[in-house]
C-alpha cells in the first residue's frame, strides 16, 4: 500500500512536471510585477519609488494608495500629463501611456506591486478591472460621471443628503436597464426613497445634452462602478429607449471649433466660400464616411482635425452635425471614426 502510493505520488510529480515543462511558453504564468517596474517604470520613478526630480514618488503617495483605484489604474492604461500636486510638491511631465506596450494583466501586476512595494500598504488590482478601465466605453463613462453628474451624485457616487446614492442602489442595477436610461435621458422628479431614505428633488434631463452613446456610457459607468455589478448598456438600448439625442460635446467642439466658418446655424457664410451642413445632402447621408473623411483629413479651405481632435470628439461633432438644424443623419460612433483611413 505504501508502494502504492509512493508510485501515485512519483507520478504525480512527474506529470506536474510534464505538464509544466510541456507548457512553457504557453502557460498564462502570472507576469513578475517587481521585474515589470524595474524595466518600465524605475527609469522615472526610481527603484525605492521615491521619484526623482520631475518624476512624483509612488511609495507613500495616497493617489496610489486609494480605495478607489479607477484614476490609478487610467494614469498607467493612458498616460497622464499637466500639472499635479503630489504630498506637497507640484508636477507637469508626462507619464507616458503603457495600453499598446504592457496586456492588463501586465499592468495589474505592476500596479499590485507599486501598491504593496515600500511602505504601500494596499490591496491587489485585478485583471479585470485593468479591463473594464480598458474599455474606453468605461472610460469615457467614467469621464462624463466626473463632469456631469459627480457634483450632485459624489464622485463616490454616495450622493448627500438632497442628491440620492448611485453606489449600492437597488433601482441602479436592476438586470433590465430601461429606468435607468429613462431617467437620464428624461430627468425625474418627485418622491424618491432609497434605502430608507427620501429623497424629492429634480434630476435634470440629459436628452439633448448627452448623446445616446454618451447616455450608454455613463449608464455602463454608473451599473458597474464601486460597488456596483450590473452589466454594461449599450448605445442600440439606449437608441430604443427614447428619440436620437444631440450631443453636448458635439455641439461645443462645434461652436468652438467648426462655427467660425459654418455658422452657429449650420447655414454656412462667407459669400458661399463656407458651406452650409444644415440640410447638405452629405451630412445627411446614411454612411458617414464620406464626411468623416472631410473632417479628418480636410479639403481644399476646410482644414483636417485628424490630430487636433480626438475620435471621440470627432464622432460628437459629426453626430452633432447629423441631427442639430433639423438633420435626419444617424449618430456617429468612436469605431466608425477609427475605420477612416
Ligand atoms: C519617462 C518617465 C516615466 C516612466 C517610464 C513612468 N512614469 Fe509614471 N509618471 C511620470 C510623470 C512625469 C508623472 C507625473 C505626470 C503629471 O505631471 O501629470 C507620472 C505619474 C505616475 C502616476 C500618477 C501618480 C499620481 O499621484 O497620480 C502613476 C501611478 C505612475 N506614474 C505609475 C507608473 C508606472 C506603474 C510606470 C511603469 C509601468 C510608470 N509610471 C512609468 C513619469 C514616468
Ligand atoms: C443637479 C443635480 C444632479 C445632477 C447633475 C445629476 N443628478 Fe441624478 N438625480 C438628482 C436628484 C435630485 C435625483 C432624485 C430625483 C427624485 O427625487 O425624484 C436623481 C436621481 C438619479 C437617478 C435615479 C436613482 C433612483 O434610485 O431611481 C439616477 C440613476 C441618476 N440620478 C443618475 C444620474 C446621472 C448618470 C447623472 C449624470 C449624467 C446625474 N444623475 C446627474 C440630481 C442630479
Ligand atoms: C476655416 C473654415 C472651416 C472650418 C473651421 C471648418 N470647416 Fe468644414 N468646410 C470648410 C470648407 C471651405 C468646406 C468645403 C470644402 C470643399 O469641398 O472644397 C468644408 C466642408 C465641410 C464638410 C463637407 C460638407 C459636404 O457636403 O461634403 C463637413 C462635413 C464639414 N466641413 C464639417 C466641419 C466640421 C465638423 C468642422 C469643425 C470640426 C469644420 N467643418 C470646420 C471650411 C471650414
Known sequence: ????????????????????AGS???????????AIFATKCSACHQATGLGNGPYPPLAGNPDVNGSDTAALIATVLHGRSGPITILGHAYSGNMPAWRDQL??????????????AW??????????QVAAAARPVALSGADLFV????TCHQANGQGTAAYPPLAGNAD???????????????????PLTVASASFNGKMPAWKGQLSNADIAAVATYVRGAWSNKAAGVTEQQVASAGPVVL?????????????ACHQASGKGGGGGLFPALAGDAHVNAVDPTPILGTIEHGKNVMPAWKGQLSAADIAAVATYIR???????????????AAIK
Open 1 to 20: 500500500m505504501r508502494y502504492i502510493i509512493a508510485c501515485l505520488a512519483a507520478a504525480a510529480v512527474a506529470a506536474f512536471a510534464l505538464t509544466h
Open 24 to 34: 512553457a511558453g504557453a502557460a498564462p504564468v502570472a507576469p513578475d510585477g517587481k
Open 103 to 116: 496586456t492588463n494583466a501586465e499592468i495589474a501586476a505592476v500596479l499590485t506591486y507599486v501598491r504593496s
Open 119 to 128: 511602505t504601500n500598504k494596499s490591496p491587489a488590482v485585478s485583471e479585470d
Open 147 to 150: 463632469a456631469k453628474c459627480a
Open 172 to 190: 441602479v442595477t436592476l438586470a433590465d436597464p430601461k429606468s435607468i436610461i429613462a431617467t437620464i435621458v428624461n430627468g425625474r422628479t418627485g
Open 247 to 259: 450631443s453636448a460635446v458635439g455641439m461645443s467642439v462645434y461652436g468652438n471649433k467648426c462655427a
Open 323 to 337: 441631427s442639430a438644424w433639423g438633420n435626419k443623419g444617424g449618430p456617429v460612433s468612436e469605431s466608425d471614426v
